[in-house]
């Protein structure tokens, strides 16, 4: 899009937000912000110590990073003491009456130390407990195409959302929903995408999913459907996984459910990476403007490497191999200098246009199609820090939808409105104190006055006599602020009507959308629906549920989706369609992901096998290609330490076959030399490494006696280049034979892997 804002990013620093502290180099401490360049200019190096203020875009008051540093503990060079600061001589043994006594009472070092142990875990969030988060900041678009608007003051007078030479600090959490704090990144599964904005007129929390659409339309349902996907109540199974009798049998029995089933059905479920997967607000939230004036808006995050999937094979080996795959991907990229960026977009439906659509704007299990309205970019947000205490930042970041600043405010959808009692509800739980916004990572950046002075580990004092309004002691301080000077007012919404217990007749179609979605798919992301449903019924014990989701849902879906699952799962397929399919065969390609790819290759990771004996010309411009298009380039031999070419030239390799598998890769490269290519072809290991690639569809590329490899693996369909000349590139796999073009062989291998993955390959040869 014309925001796209790649070069932006090469243009400022890459840390906004330093302080002086310690915290100018990564972790690796190598000179990160190189992953960003695409090779060409010096500013990116500068990416370390750049100022903020020399990049059009000052951080918001006073920083966020600045607050935490005041808080910030560092142990280097410091003499161990006690929590109350008294210097420690032993940490190994305890206070002892004689050398192999018992143990004394009075030993306040070995009670303090144990008693902090004992403690040290709180309550797991009840969903979305596994995580990861990152600090960044939100910056708007200086002329965001608004359509009919001329201004976003037009629409919402939150400042923060208007000056492009503001930054925001952020900071944002991502997380799976049904697993526990302990389970595996790569499940099937929504996704959280939770950002807290510090501005400056307090905290705003856009608690989002990666999925645009819930499960359910009333808040009061939320209890059963949780119950319902965790794990089972008599044995705790199965950990982080839909496939089981409880959740289907309550899906089957709410067909509102629908809508969302697709989704999770969906390469959606199964995001490569965090970076790489969009963010939604899902419910309509309203944006007031300084008159008093307010539009419905629907909020969208777009990431900027393109929206993209794991194959489901892939996920559930990646989560043996590497159950951290996406929290530490997140942290592998940012401490390479990489920014994961999105785009932050807005649909915007005029208050008296709302009944124009077919379904209800408050019914949260309804997207508004980009095809009636599309998406407006009004800024992007970039993550470039790591949190330095994981306990400390993503445990303790405490999100609450309720948090909302002037321009911003609710509207009256039943699922949201239950939200704005649960956070808070929650935070309680887990922190066992209302003051879980004292936490450092919860603070607002700014100023706080009001009477609440107590509570479990109250940190402020609270100074003055008067803690009550009014007061005459205190002077009635502190004032209540008018809305034009700033403070919150709601917006008064005009409510007329009786106390019902009811859900509205404008939310009862349910599949209209999941025909939509259907409709959307490509005929691979189709066929990997239905595979995803057979996996999910085939795991259900039970016939009767089984039978209720084809008939009562799927089939009220598309006749053929529900025959074809049908048939995979035992159940007899149905004969007609369902009473209640919708009459239209809309489509609407923004839902398939497959247009959401885009054309980088940035922060993919790529595999060369290597043995010795490779040909180092190979690997060097293989390597330099890659990298300067921002991809992450691994050597993988069959054992760690130093592989030598057959030039005599080494290579110090970055994994084994014992330390790593394909599926922790985006793509392999096999460069040629005999030596090595000979020894790869007797390694199972390598075969089988090149055997997945193939499988999991991702992009394969050989030079030289390389492609020897590739035929050895015999590639279902691939005719192996050997005897011919030139580039051959077929679904996705390159092959360079001797004397055809490196360069050119370089250049289709970054095209194969910018396409990720290349799902013409039949998917019934699936090789390995
Ligand atoms: Fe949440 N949700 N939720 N949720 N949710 C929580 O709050 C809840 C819903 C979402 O990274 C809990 O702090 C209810 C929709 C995210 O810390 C809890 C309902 C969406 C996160 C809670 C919903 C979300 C949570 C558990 C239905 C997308 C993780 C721990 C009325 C728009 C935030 C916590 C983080 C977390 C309640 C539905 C997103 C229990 C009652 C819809 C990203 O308060």
Known sequence: SEHDSSDDIEAEPSNANETESSREESADGSSPAEMTDGGSDDETESGQTGT????????????????????????????????????????????????????????????????????????????????????????????????????????????????????????????TVVGSRGSADTVRDVRGFATKFYTEEGNWDLVGNNMPVFFIQDAMEFPDLVHAIKSEPDDAIPQAASAHDTFWDFASLKPEITHMLMW??????????????????????????????????????????????????????????NPDFNREGLYEVIDEGYEPEWELGVQIV????????????????????????????????????????????????????????????????????????????????????????????????????????????????????????????????????????????????????????????????HFSQARLFWNSMTETEKQNIVEAAHFELGKVDRMEIRERTVYDLFNNVDHEFATRVAEGIGVEPPEEPGDEIPDHDDEDPSLSMLNRTRDTIETRKVAVLVDDGYDADHLETIQSTLEDEGARVEIVSKLLGDVEAANGETVDADESHGTTESVLFDAVYVPGGEGSVDALVEQGTAKHFVAEMFKHKKPIAAAGEGTELLEAVELPGINVANDREGVVTDRGVVMAPNGADLE??????????????HWDRDPKEVGA
Do not use: C
Not at 273 to 286: A, E, I, K, L, Y
Not at 744 to 757: K, M, P, T, Y
């Open 264 to 321: 999770l059905l969906s390469g959606r479920a199964l995001p490569r990476s965090f970076r790489m997967m969009q963010g939604f607000g899902v419910h309509t939230f309203r944006f007031v403007n300084e008159d008093g004036e307010s539009v419905f808006v629907k909020f969208h995050w777009e990431p900027k490497l393109g929206t993209n999937q794991l194959v489901w094979d892939e996920t559930q080996k990646i989560a043996g191999k």
């Open 350 to 509: 005029e208050e008296d246009e709302a009944d124009q659509f077919d379904f209800d704007l408050l019914d949260p299990t309804k997207i508004i199609p980009e095809t009636e309205v599309p998406v407006r970019p009004i800024g992007k947000m970039v993550l470039n820090e790591r949190p330095d205490n994981f306990f400390a930042e993503v445990e303790q970041v405490a999100f609450h939808p309720g948090n909302v600043v002037p321009g911003i405010d609710f509207t009256n959808d039943p699922l949201l409105q239950g939200r704005l009692f649960s956070y808070q509800d929650t935070q309680l739980n887990r922190f066992n104190s209302a003051n879980w916004d004292e936490i450092p990572i919860n603070r607002p950046v700014t100023e706080r006055h009001n009477n609440q002075r107590a509570g479990f580990m109250r940190q402020e004092i609270n100074t003055g006599k008067a803690s009550y309004k009014p007061n005459s002691i205190g002077d009635d301080y502190p004032e209540e602020v008018p809305e034009e000077e700033g403070g919150y007012e709601h917006f008064a919404e005009k409510i007329d009507g009786r106390k019902i217990r009811n859900r509205s007749e404008s939310f009862e179609e």
């Open 52 to 175: 903020s203020d020399d990049a059009g875009g000052e951080v918001d008051g006073e920083s966020k990073q600045d607050q935490l540093e005041e808080v910030r503990e560092n142990p280097e060079g410091e003499q161990l003491t006690s929590d109350h600061g008294v210097k420690i001589t032993d940490t190994d043994n305890s206070l002892k009456a004689s050398e192999r006594g018992p143990t004394i009472m009075e030993d306040f070092h070995f009670r303090e130390k144990m008693t902090q142990f004992d403690h040290e875990s709180i309550p797991e969030r009840v969903v979305h407990a596994r995580g990861t988060g990152a600090h960044g900041y939100y910056q708007p678009y200086e002329d965001p195409d608004l359509g009919e608007y001329d201004d976003i003051s037009e629409l919402t007078k939150a400042s923060f959302l208007q000056d492009s030479d503001r930054k925001t600090p952020v900071f944002t959490r991502f997380s």
């Open 744 to 757: 050119g062989a370089s250049e289709a291998f970054v095209d194969a892997i910018a396409a990720h993955r």
